[in-house]
């Protein structure tokens, strides 16, 4: 039987390339697995040879120590792979198919799977709805940042690409139908991006680069993206947007300066629980400053969406409060203004085909605007603390280099 390595979570700060157990179609006890997962069998599952799998931004919270992931948790949610063994019961994915992996694990036969919301599945973790691989209370499923992986509910999860070879020549940019191009494009759509829209989107790491890019596959007339970092506000002007360096003051007077009035039509949160002040307050922890201030530039009856991650419970919020996920937002504002709200996890099938054809067709360079970067497994230690750095790279890990 091949081994198995993975990224480990090794605690705040630390992570780390291990020899993990080689997946089986049974859920094994272990790091953050809940207990009634524990012996759970997948008939219905795949053993996935990983070809691509990325760090994303909502692994980094973990490895910050802003969640109570436990010591050992394998890491990764975004994953792509080889179908190298299926279970007896799954009927249409064969050995040999390349797919996509939803970063939602979802039943597809609960109530919220039937409607769509495969976000918040109602089986798959007995904590509460929704669930996702290698990630902290979602039940224990292990993560993808490996060279094997499980996949449960195969026909119902995976996106199986239709040629190999033309899945290959574009595997930097499909790999990103696993999360970020998905959900950035769900904050763009939630939003209500349309043709002609003026939007704002905070945050310029790879999951607002994605926004940006979803809001310009849209329609957008124009698309303004805030951020502290030089370097990631240069990679969101690379691909066309307009930018705003909000270490510089709040962004009303910024966008006035791009749009000739001081408010857009829509905005998305691509920042999260993790968000800074603005101006003077650039070097301080201020979670509720972006919901606040894209309430203030979004026209009255405009629209948030919000996929930036807000949590539950973090270890190192700035007071008691954001520390079980209470922030201090302007509810009043947002709701004498008509605006709406849309958060939670991305249900990605809603989106992922559509997006794929996009790319096999040439009609977006997801790849290239996010500057994802190819390294192999046993560097993503680096690529974490790169990453950590606010470094304008979406780190893609080769765990068997099969990327050219």
């Known amino acids: 039987m091949a081994g198995n390595k993975a990224v480990v979570y090794k605690g705040p700060g630390q992570v780390a390339v291990e020899n993990i157990p080689y997946p089986t179609l049974e859920v094994a006890d272990g790091p953050g697995v809940n207990p009634a997962n524990v012996g759970r069998a997948c008939p219905h599952g795949v053993i996935l040879k990983v070809v691509s799998t990325n760090i994303c931004g909502s692994d980094q919270h973990m490895v910050r120590g802003r969640t109570t992931a436990p010591e050992g948790l394998a890491l990764g949610h975004e994953i792509t792979g080889e179908v190298v063994e299926t279970g007896p019961g799954v009927e249409f994915i064969k050995v040999g198919d390349l797919c996509s992996v939803p970063f939602n694990i979802a039943c597809g036969r609960c109530r919220n799977c039937k409607e769509g919301k495969t976000g918040i599945c109602l089986n798959v973790n007995p904590d509460r709805p929704g669930s996702a691989y290698g990630y902290v209370d979602m039940g224990g499923w292990v993560g993808g940042q490996a060279e094997y992986v499980m996949v449960p509910y195969a ?3 995976l996106l199986k690409f239709p040629d190999k070879d033309q899945a290959m020549a574009k595997i930097r940019d499909l790999t990103m139908l696993s999360d970020i191009f998905p959900t950035g494009f769900h904050g763009a759509y939630t939003a209500g991006v349309r043709p002609g829209s003026t939007v704002y989107i905070a945050g310029a790491g790879p999951v607002g680069l994605a926004a940006a890019t979803s809001a310009q596959l849209l329609g957008a007339a124009v698309v303004i993206v805030g951020d502290l970092i030089p370097e990631r506000l240069a990679q969101a002007r690379s691909f066309g947007c307009e930018t705003v360096d909000v270490s510089q003051g709040s962004p009303q007077d910024q966008i006035e300066q791009i749009l000739g009035v001081p408010e857009v039509d829509c905005a998305v ?23 606040n201030s894209l309430m203030e530039i979004t026209a009255a009856g405009g629209a948030l969406g919000i996929p930036g991650l807000y949590v539950t ?9 954001a520390k079980i996920g209470a922030l201090s937002i302007r509810l009043g504002l947002g709701w004498a203004k008509s605006l709406s709200f849309t958060t939670g996890q991305c249900p990605v099938m809603k989106y992922h085909h559509g997006l794929m054809q996009a790319i096999l067709h040439d009609r977006v360079q997801i790849a290239n605007n996010v500057n994802a970067t190819v390294i192999p497994l046993d560097q993503a230690p680096q690529g974490y603390a790169d990453f950590d750095k606010g470094v304008a790279k979406k780190f893609i890990l080769d765990p068997h280099g099969m990327i050219a």
């Open 155 to 157: 026909d119902w999860n």
């Open 269 to 291: 949160d691509a920042v999260g629980f993790e968000a800074h002040g603005h101006g003077a307050d650039a070097g301080r922890e201020a979670p509720a400053t972006v919901l």
């Open 313 to 321: 419970g973090d270890p190192g919020g700035i007071d008691d409060n």
